[in-house]
């Protein structure tokens, strides 16, 4: 039987994307636009005011401008109207990480969560190496191994599902351990013991 991934509803998504647009429209823009760009492939382009980058977006294929907010066509007034720019927009194409690296820092767990955030909102763009496709790679694989040694990994309880979560690098491996009733094991991972560097 294939592997199902499903999506986040359509509702979670827009409360997801209601917190998202909060933190990334303003302040956070360049993170998000490197999300997007490191993601998706797309060209950064920057929102011009003053010759300073005042707001960072990327520029589809298509030619649309995309931010946390969603796409927009070059002459849209409501892609410029929360930094008080108007059409024609004087934009920046060619923008590269560095540049935006030049004008302030960068939040690097600013750009991790952007990308999270972003794949789960919008499910269908083309992500390069994204966190489902990920996890549908890693489900066939775990699912030819559960065959091959007619072991499944379940819940204790039909409706608490169990979770996969992104390792943190200090991770040791899985841990199993039998049940109260000793019919059947619980998996949970367990982390590597602490390497001081001294």
């Known amino acids: 039987m294939p592997t199902i991934v499903r999506k986040l509803s359509r509702e979670k998504r ?3 994307h209601g917190a998202c647009t909060t933190m990334f429209l ?7 636009a490197i999300a997007l760009h490191q993601g998706l492939g797309w060209p950064m382009v920057g929102l011009m005011k003053n010759a300073v980058v005042r707001h960072a977006a990327v520029m589809s294929p298509q030619e649309i401008l995309c931010d946390v907010r969603g796409s927009f ?3 849209d007034e409501r ?5 008080s720019c108007v059409p024609p927009y004087d934009l920046s194409r060619g923008l590269i990480e560095e540049d ?7 939040n690097e767990h600013g750009i991790s969560t952007a990308r999270k955030m972003a794949e789960v909102i919008w499910p269908k763009l083309r992500w390069n190496d994204s966190l489902a496709s990920k996890v549908h790679a890693f489900a066939d694989e775990l699912e030819a191994l559960s065959k091959k040694h007619g072991l499944w990994i379940r819940s204790s309880f039909p ?13 040791g491996g899985y ?9 059947t094991y619980s998996i ?4 590597a013991p602490f390497q001081s560097e001294v």
């Not at 303003?26 to 998000?32: H, L, S």
């Not at 892609?79 to 930094?83: D, I, L, T, V």
């Not at 935006?100 to 960068?106: F, S, T, V």
């Open 14 to 16: 827009g409360f997801l």
């Open 26 to 32: 303003d302040g956070m823009c360049y993170e998000f």
């Open 73 to 75: 066509l070059p002459a």
């Open 79 to 83: 892609f410029g109207r929360p930094f």
């Open 100 to 106: 935006l690296r030049a004008i302030r820092p960068i």
């Open 159 to 171: 409706t608490t599902p169990p979770l996969l979560a992104i390792g943190m690098d200090d991770e």
């Open 175 to 183: 841990e199993l351990r039998p049940t109260d009733d000793g019919s």
């Open 188 to 191: 949970s991972r367990y982390l």
